[in-house]
Nanobody, 127 residues
Framework: QVQLVESGGGLVQAGGSLRLSCAAS????????MGWFRQAPGKEREFVAG????????YYADTVKGRFTISIDNAKNTVYLQMNSLKPDDTAVYHC????????????????????WGQGTQVTVSS
């Protein structure tokens, strides 16, 4: 079992930046594949970025590629999402997700692949 708590959301103008953090507690964090998803009002939860538990592989949704960066600090049990050049379409609740039992270099990209979820942090981008 792992518990996930997101932080770092807020209100930012278009073109600005935010860094989200997801702190994990529980079992050995370093063996969990991690991901970020987002959900806007009236829309389904969508994949944003993922990282393998080895930290060696990452994958991004086309909508954020080149603007967002996912990274992991196993010593701090924390995964980050650096978001640059934010757009109003990035407005959503951002959720951190984790799952264990995956190959060390595999990135998980769908909601159903993740077992553990945080409560989310709101990101609002004004135009």
């Amino acid at each position: 079992q792992v518990q996930l708590v997101e932080s770092g959301g807020g209100l930012v103008q278009a073109g600005g930046s935010l860094r989200l953090s997801c702190a994990a507690s529980g079992r050995t964090f370093s063996s969990y594949a991690m991901g970020w998803f987002r959900q806007a009002p009236g829309k389904e939860r969508e994949f944003v970025a993922g990282i393998s538990w080895s930290g060696g592989n990452t994958y991004y949704a086309d909508t954020v590629k080149g603007r967002f960066t996912i990274s992991i600090d196993n010593a701090k049990n924390t995964v980050y999402l650096q978001m640059n050049s934010l757009k109003p379409d990035d407005t959503a609740v951002y959720h951190c997700a984790a799952d264990d039992g995956t190959p060390r270099n595999r990135v998980l990209t769908t909601v159903r692949q993740y077992r553990y979820w945080g409560q989310g942090t709101q990101v609002t981008v004004s135009s």
